[in-house]
Every structure is written in C-alpha cells, then in structure tokens.
C-alpha cells in the first residue's frame, strides 16, 4: 500500500480526489478521514494532519514558573510533544501496512519540519518503508499529476532550518516571557509574551507613538481662491502652500482685496507611462489586501484556504518572476469561464504577446502567487470572493500594457499674487483597468490657455498644524518588518495577530496600548538587543544558511543561547526597575477616563469585585463617589480616551479575540444604546 500525508484534512481530499480520477472513497479510522483509492491493482491511502502534529517543549520538571528560573530555560533539553494524538494513531495504523509514503507537506520550512515529524512517527512502526517527497506550488490536476510522477527526497536543510526556529522562538519566548511575567507580578492568563520577533516588531510601533507625543505643532496658513471660467468654478492655491507667518499670510489676502480676476500666465502638460506592477509574493499581497480593508492576519487565513481548495497557488512565497513553467496563456483561457472575470482575460488574449512584469526577487521554491481555478462566486463568501479577485486583477495587471496618464498645470496671477492649480487624468488605462485599485479619480482642469482671464470669486485664509507622523497600519508594519528582516513571509501575520491578541496594541492604523508601551520602553531600556531588529534579522540569517547547507543548527541555536544568556543578566541587574515601569504601564491601562459625575474630579478604573471577581468600572474616588457602570466579563479593554457626547461616560473598545472588536460608552441606558436597540427592533 502507498500512504500520501498532507498538511491539512482539505488538501487531502482534494490530492485523493486528484490522483483517483474522482473515485476515491472516504473512511474513518479513529475519527481521522482517510481516503482510499485502487490503480492498476496499487491500493492508496491519503490523510491529512492538522498543521503541526507535534510541538516542541521542555520537560516537564521546568514546567513551574515559581520554582523554576526563567534562565534556567535557556540550556534546558527540548522535547517534542504530540499535539494531534488520534492522527498519529491513525497514520501509525496505516504506516503499518504502507510500502512507500509520499510526503505532500506545503514546501517550505514550516511544511518540512511537519513532513519530516510525520516521516519520523511513520518510521517508529515502519522503520524500512521507503519515503518520499511530492513537491508542489498549487493544487491543480496538472501541478499535483506532475509531482507525483517526479518525487524527490525530504528536504533535511530546509528541515533543520524550520527546527532550529522552533528550538529558538521556545529558548527565547519562553524565558523572556517568564521573566517579564514574573516581574511584574502577571501570571495566569494575563502573562506578559515576549518573544524574538514580537519585541522589536512592538519597540517599532511604539517608537513611532513616542515620536508622534514628542512632535511639535506648528501652525500655518494657506490662501485658496475660487476662480471661474466659462461659468465653471474651481479651486487654486497660492504658489506660496505654507505661510508660516499669519502676518504675511493676512499681507497677501490684503493684496486681493477689491481684485475681481486673474490672469492665467501659463499652462504646462506632460505625459507620464506608468508600469504595471510586479507579480505577488507574500507581502505585496498581504500589503495590499490590508489597504483593501482585510487584516493581515484573516487574509492569510482566506488565501490558505483558496490555496487548499485549488483557486490559488501557494501563498506563502517571496518570488516576484514568474517561472518559465507557467503557461501564462492556459491560464488566461482558464479564466475565460469566470463569469465575473473572464472578459478581461478573452481581452488580455487578443495580444499578439504576452510579457509579464518581473520583480526584484527571484526565488525558485514557488512561483508568485496567482490564480490556479475557477470557483462559482457562490462557492465563496463576500471575504473569500474579495481575496480572489484581488489576486486575479493582480494577475492580469502583470500581464497588461502601461497605462498613460497627463498631469496639468495652470498658473495664474492675481494682483501679483501667483496661484495654480494642478489636474492628471488618465488617457490611457492600461492595467489599471484589470487592477482598479490602484486608480485615482481623474482630476480636471478648466480649458483655459495663456492671457486668459479668469474671474476671482472669493479668497479664504486656512489656518492649519502640522502632523506627527502617522502610526504603522498593518500592510505598512508588514513591509517594514520585511524591510529590517523580522520575521518571515510565514510568519509576520502571526505576529501583528499575537500583538492584538495580548491587549499590546489596538486599532488600525495601530496603536500602542500603556502596557504595549510600558513594555517596550522598558525592554528598550534595560535590554536593547532584544527590543531592537539587528539581533533577530542576523538569526534569521543565519537560519537562511540552515536552509542552504551553509551552517549547522546545533550551531545557530547554541549561538543564539549565549546571545540570550548576556539578555538575561542585563535583565536580572535592573529587574525592579524593570518591574516597577511594566507595571506602572498596566495601572495606566485600568483608567478608563474621568468620572462623569460633576466637581468630582476622579478616574473610571476597572476594579474586580473581591467575592465575585466581576469586574466594573469604578470611581478612584469611592467612598466619596460611588458612581460605577458594568463592564463586559470577557476580552481585553482598552481606554479610548474620547468621551461619550449623549452620555459624558468614557469609550471603550473591547477585543475578545472573537469576530470584530466593539466599541461602547459605560452608560447602559445611553441614548446612544437606545438608538441601536429600535434599528435592530425595525430590521427585525
């Protein structure tokens, strides 16, 4: 019998049905689906695991965070324990009787270390079976047919590399965490993470919050003027667009007192070709799909998901260059039988040649990501459907003409006073009408010509500040961590996730919670290396050369140990300083905002009842007031500081790690809550 094992119960489903012409058949063995198939009198089985089927611990001896030193972790033995118990039961079952296995992991480092954990079980109750690899980039007929007919050995670099990323992000998250944990006195499920990639991903998000506290307004001023032409208003700047001095500013306006026209002195045009852009690897996507309003981390999740079912190649790729294998032609004519979609591919065939745009990176392991089928839009939901096309359009835009576009000047003067006006439309769409994303709404200029006189309607004086730089949102953190090597393509989402999910930070564009703050200042103080990326990008260096059979792993991990070892006795000689800031950052995340209740003067803090243990908002000035207001008993709060107009309570958003966020004032018979209440009474 041959034994297939995939990453996933839904990849395995869809090989089975692949390699079996559709005639495999569905079985259980200790509840695990397993499908079976006969070619040419060769019995098959196919399973799927549920991603990591083991995971990587330390015994159990260090399991006690009282007893044990969070230091003491750093040269402690590594285990792997069983995560998916009744799947290995069933895949040993099977292995029993198996005379080769296929491996059908995902190909990359992640996929490895799992084919490779699976190989080693298998080999437990099989020691002389013979294994195999099936190395594939998307699950079509065509992709999987052909990888099955060329099976190669098990990727051990690219094995170790994973392992050896798993032994570290233990070594380290587990004993950074300890120790910030233990510090400031937060154990139970409100530990404080810490991890190789986490701290100096959230030491960025909070650097920008400091810069933004520390930036200084400046006020200026800028004149606008509403001239007409041929009975069409429109809208100039002066040529000077910041008045730093009001004085000068209100010189200006006075000069046009009385004036009724201007003069328009020039008019300039100029075309511009604009490339397509290039294919998509992981954080082009997920960048972009988080400018389309999809967080980093869900769209991962729906890209593995369309990648499973066979409507997209692997998402997890850093290639920008399409390989020579792809018949880009085939796969337009593919797409032709979409019905949302497939009159931009029949108009992409009608060129004589199709030439698609390369990126920077060229990598070998996968091809960029692109379409690989043709779902029925009602095969997905709104999310899903969204994710695809976004892929699709960014497929034929690679394959598109250059769009041509004309930006416009017009110069004027009024009075002597200089003014313009700027306009660009597009002439010719190009790509940008298969990816309208990235297209801007034309913006027209009056058909005017030089010695034209334009009639001067009104003149306004704006008084405006300057603006701190903007937070990170999560496509701009994703390529910046990209940009200093943190992380990887697999594993940036996850990060950006675990940073909400632990209350560090809330909001998108992304913002520090105090405790997200507390905590990176003071890692930023007391242990620079781990809060800054240059440490983290040299181990995934050095991780790169695992993978390439540059290096050793046993070398890389104990390199990374004695990195941590230096961490750790920096952190212990300021460990109450340490403590004292942390945990000053988390009383500042219990205020709320002030008390509503007039000349009291005191703070909404969230207190937990001492026999209850249900916690509430609370006055700091109780017993003198005793204003209160219940508080949701689950999920991470988190001050707004805005109040509430109808109801003067703070606002709140609550993140419960399920579904969306939700924002609410105190008050529960707000009118604000009354308004919501008769909405859903009516759409009822």
């Known amino acids: 019998m041959k034994l297939i094992v995939t990453e996933k119960n839904i990849s395995a489903e869809k090989i089975a049905k692949i390699l079996s012409g559709g005639k495999a058949k569905t079985e259980k063995i200790y509840t695990i689906p397993v499908y079976r198939y006969t070619i040419k009198g060769k019995e ?64 990359d480092r992640e996929g490895e270390v799992i084919g490779l954990d699976a190989a080693n079980l298998i080999k437990e109750v099989n020691p002389k079976v013979d ?17 099955f007919s060329e099976l190669s050995e098990l990727y ?50 909070a650097q920008r919050e400091k810069e933004r506290e520390a930036f200084v307004i400046e006020p200026y001023w800028q004149i606008k003027a509403e001239f007409e032409h041929d009975k069409e208003a429109f809208l100039a700047s002066h040529k000077t667009e910041k008045f730093w001095d009001k004085t000068a500013a209100q010189a200006v306006m006075d000069t046009l007192k009385g004036a009724k026209s201007g003069t328009v002195t020039t008019v300039t045009s100029s075309q511009r070709e604009t490339a397509p852009p290039a294919p998509f690897n992981t954080t082009a996507f997920l960048t972009t799909a988080a400018n389309i309003g999809l967080s980093t981390a869900n769209s991962m999740r729906i890209a593995e998901g369309l990648y499973m079912r066979g409507f997209i190649s692997y998402p997890r790729v850093d290639n920008t260059v399409y390989p020579e294998s792809i018949n880009l032609r085939e796969l337009l004519e593919m797409l032709e039988e979409s019905p949302q979609l497939g009159k931009l591919a029949t108009e992409l065939l009608k060129q004589k040649e199709l030439k698609p745009t390369r990126g920077k990176k060229f990598a070998t392991d996968h091809p960029p990501i692109h379409p690989t089928g043709v779902p029925v839009k009602d095969q997905l939901d709104a999310q899903e459907w969204k994710v695809y096309e976004l892929v699709v359009r960014r497929f034929y835009a690679t394959l ?12 004027i003067d009024a009075n002597g006073e200089p003014f313009f006006v700027r306009g660009s439309r597009v002439l010719e769409a190009g790509w940008l009408k298969f990816y309208h994303y990235s297209r801007k709404k034309d913006e027209e200029v009056p058909a005017v010509k030089e ?63 105090e405790t997200g703050m507390a905590v990176a200042e003071a890692l930023l103080k007391y242990a620079e290396r781990i809060a800054r990326p240059e440490m983290t990008s040299d ?25 941590l070892t230096e961490i750790m006795v920096s952190l212990n000689s300021k460990k109450e300083e340490l403590s004292a800031e942390i945990r000053a950052g988390i009383r500042e995340d219990k205020i709320l905002g002030p ?3 007039p000349d009291c003067g005191g703070q ?32 991470e709060i988190i001050a707004l500081g805005e109040t509430c107009a109808p109801c003067g309570t703070p606002k709140i958003k609550v993140m419960s790690g399920k579904g969306r966020p939700w924002t609410l004032c105190l008050d529960p018979k707000c009118e604000t809550k009354e308004k919501k209440e008769k909405v859903a009474a009516v759409a009822e």
């Open 44 to 107: 098959t089985a196919v399973i799927g695991l549920k991603g990591n089927i083991l995971q990587v611990d330390f015994p159990s001896e260090y399991s006690n965070w009282q007893s044990v030193a969070p230091e003491s972790l750093i040269d402690a033995d590594i285990i792997k324990v069983p995560m998916q118990k009744q799947i290995i039961k069933a895949m040993q079952k099977l292995a029993k009787d198996a005379v080769e296995v296929v491996i059908a992991t995902d190909f």
């Open 131 to 147: 294994v195999k690899r099936a190395r594939f980039s998307a699950i079509t007929k065509q992709e999987i047919e052909k990888s």
């Open 156 to 205: 051990l670099n690219l094995a170790n590399a994973g392992r050896a990323r798993q032994d570290i992000d233990l070594i380290w998250g587990a004993t950074l965490t300890r120790f910030i944990s233990l510090a400031s006195l937060r154990l139970g499920r409100q530990f404080l993470g810490v991890g190789r990639v986490q701290s100096p991903t959230l030491a960025l998000i």
């Open 400 to 411: 598109a003409p250059v769009s041509i576009s004309e930006s416009m000047r017009i110069d």
């Open 451 to 513: 010695g034209d006189t334009v009639a001067l309607n009104d003149t306004t004086l704006e008084a405006k500040e300057t603006q701190p730089p903007a937070r990170y949102s999560q496509g701009r953190l994703i390529q910046k961590m990209e940009d200093l090597g943190l992380g990887t393509k697999a594993t940036r989402h996850e990060i950006i996730k675990n940073l909400y999910d632990r209350g560090y930070v809330h909001s998108d564009p992304i913002q520090p919670t």
């Open 539 to 563: 181990l995934e260096d050095d991780m790169d050369a695992i993978a390439k059979g540059e290096t050793d792993k046993a070398e890389v991990i104990d390199r990374s140990r004695k990195m």
């Open 595 to 597: 008390c509503p209740r």
């Open 604 to 635: 909404l803090k969230i207190i937990r009842a001492k026999k209850s243990r249900k916690r509430f908002a609370g006055c700091s000035n109780y017993p003198d007031c005793d204003h209160s207001y219940p508080l949701p008993q689950f999920g």
